[in-house]
């Protein structure tokens, strides 16, 4: 495996010192040949059987270039094709898991992948190598190339908060084809929050019926305002599933967050028992202001027996290894003036909030554990005492990162610093010179600055570097009315996550990455997305 990286850095430098393909991520290996592909549409494509899946998507693609539909035949087949892509698929390929090779010569088209993913992957690289939109003359020159490709992290995710504003199913549909187009693998889905509960427990009807509505939402430009507008919505088991598969089909795992012991004001408003009811001027309500509110989960035997009815069918409906469980922001105080909480601590010999906040995410974890799960949160799930198998996402910078991989953990990087995609992507004078709608909740995160991330921080060992599964961003949905303003923030700096989470760092040129954004920009314009201005040269 050295061996082949090493080649494939070579060849992704001698690639890159001529002009480079106009793929993003940058793949790892990239050799020119002589000469050119014609692309047209009577292309068809030839496939291996277990591959039809794979085939079918991407015939999809190639129609909508075409305008026309796009053949497949199976290898099996004995049936002669003028022109002709091949998809197969090689276990015993030369590659790591994901990987791909992508053989373009004057004849013929031919995408190895390592397995069913790398096969799917090559394709998006075939795709962005042609026209965006339709083609011209109904022809396109694909260069001949050799390509060598595979992921650098095995988590490579966008995150998108579903709680303080609703996204339609099609909107969320057309964010996975997002990610699928970038060949990110994990969408974080962010179902719960003080602000609205968007899930269907079909134990708990009040979860949707009271908790998916709040009454009111601040506009834009008056954070401390209400439009006094009713405001709600959630996603049946029926759309879950779905979109669950949708994603399936285009390799991406969902890892779905239910929040807690905070961010749990919903489902408390449906539910009152489930919070610290026994304190003074207790009135919980779905909230209407972001920020972090004070009603959590009480650490009862009820609220765990209602953790684990959730996560039963939250399991049935997700079939991702991981749940994330939140954690974060968990304020403490209604705890330390609850009666029972009280009695806990001095039964568990617990001397702060951070205690029980650690015992209630242990308990937690076991839930999981016992239903085959592996729990991950927020790097707040750290405080008082790690729970043996966690796996921490590191989002207040890198240090609860750096120190849960220094012990063992699984490691995920998710820095505000550099991951944030709810920042502003240009100066605030700039953005709010285009109207009110471009509020953001506040940062400055160009997209120099998400491409110069390395997830791996130098402060570890090659040992604990290994506990770093990669990298993740976030879009905390505030300030996203519609899902306009999401794909806005979101594009293009999605395209800067992808060369980190994909490309060995010692390939990553930014003057290239801007050169070959140009084409993909080509892309988002022609499939309609809204996105940021290209950053200057």
């Known amino acids: 495996m050295k061996t082949l990286v090493a080649l494939a850095l070579l060849g992704t430098l001698a690639a890159t010192a001529a002009a480079p393909l106009p793929i993003i991520p940058q793949p790892v290996a990239v050799q020119p040949g002589e000469g050119a592909f014609a692309f047209s549409a009577t292309t068809a494509i030839r496939h291996d059987r277990k591959l039809a899946a794979e085939a079918k998507l991407f015939a999809d693609d190639l129609s909508k270039l075409t305008g026309t539909p796009t053949t497949t035949v199976t290898k099996e087949l004995r049936i002669f094709l003028e022109s002709e892509i091949l998809l197969e698929l090689d276990p015993a390929a030369d590659l790591p898991p994901s990987g791909y090779r992508l053989e373009i010569t004057a004849k013929t088209v031919r995408i190895i992948g390592k397995d069913a993913a790398g096969a799917y992957y090559g394709t998006r690289s075939v795709l962005q190598l042609l026209p965006a939109g339709k083609l011209e003359n109904d022809t396109a020159q694909l260069p001949a190339t050799t390509i060598t490709d595979y992921p650098r992290f095995g988590w490579r995710g966008m995150h998108l908060d579903c709680g303080r504003h609703f996204f339609a199913v099609e909107d969320i549909k057309r964010f996975i084809d997002s990610l699928a187009f970038h060949k990110l693998n994990i969408f974080h889905w962010h179902l719960t929050e003080d602000q609205g509960w968007r899930i269907e427990i079909k134990k708990y009807p009040k979860l949707t019926e009271i908790g998916s509505v709040r009454a009111s939402t601040p506009p834009y430009g008056n954070r401390k305002s209400d439009d006094g507008v009713r405001y709600g919505g959630f996603y049946t088991q029926e759309q879950i599933k779905d979109i669950v598969a949708y994603a399936a089909a285009r390799h991406i795992t969902i890892v779905p967050e239910i929040e807690m012991p905070g961010h749990a004001a919903a489902a408390i408003a449906a539910y009152p028992e489930l919070g610290n009811n026994d304190i003074p001027n207790y009135a919980p309500k779905v909230e209407t202001r972001w920020g972090i509110h004070p009603y959590t989960f009480a650490p009862t035997e009820e609220v765990f027996s209602f953790i684990t009815d959730v996560f039963t069918e939250v399991c049935e409906l997700f079939p991702s290894q991981y749940i994330h469980m939140g954690g974060d922001e968990a304020p403490k105080k209604q705890w330390e003036k609850s009666p029972r909480v009280k009695a806990l601590m001095k039964k568990e010999g617990f001397k702060t909030g951070?205690?029980?906040?650690?015992?209630?995410?242990?308990?937690?974890?076991?839930?999981?554990?016992?239903?085959?799960?592996?729990?991950?949160?927020?790097?707040?799930?750290?405080?008082?005492?790690?729970?043996?198998?966690?796996?921490?996402?590191?989002?207040?910078?890198?240090?609860?990162?750096?120190?849960?991989?220094?012990?063992?953990?699984?490691?995920?990087?998710a820095p505000n610093s550099h991951t944030y995609f709810d920042h502003y992507q240009a100066r605030k004078n700039q953005e709010l010179a285009k109207g009110n709608e471009y509020e953001a909740i506040g940062g400055f995160l160009p997209i120099e600055k998400v491409y110069s991330y390395d997830p791996v921080p130098k402060a570890l060992t090659p040992a604990e570097a290994k506990h770093i599964l990669g990298v993740q961003a976030q879009l905390w949905s505030?300030?996203?009315?519609?899902?306009?303003?999401?794909?806005?923030?979101?594009?293009?700096?999605?395209?800067?996550?992808?060369?980190?989470?994909?490309?060995?760092?010692?390939?990553?040129?930014?003057?290239?990455?801007?050169?070959?954004?140009?084409?993909?920009?080509?892309?988002y314009d022609a499939a309609g997305l809204k996105h940021g201005d290209i950053p200057a040269k």
């Open 354 to 413: 951070h205690d029980v906040q650690s015992y209630f995410v242990k308990r937690v974890e076991k839930i999981l554990e016992a239903k085959g799960r592996k729990l991950i949160g927020w790097d707040e799930i750290r405080e008082g005492g790690l729970s043996p198998q966690a796996t921490i996402m590191s989002w207040r910078g890198e240090a609860g990162g750096i120190a849960s991989a220094k012990e063992g953990h699984d490691v995920v990087m």
């Open 478 to 523: 505030e300030y996203f009315k519609d899902f306009k303003k999401v794909e806005y923030h979101a594009h293009p700096r999605m395209a800067a996550l992808a060369e980190v989470a994909w490309t060995p760092l010692a390939a990553k040129d930014y003057a290239s990455f801007a050169q070959r954004l140009e084409s993909v920009i080509k892309f």
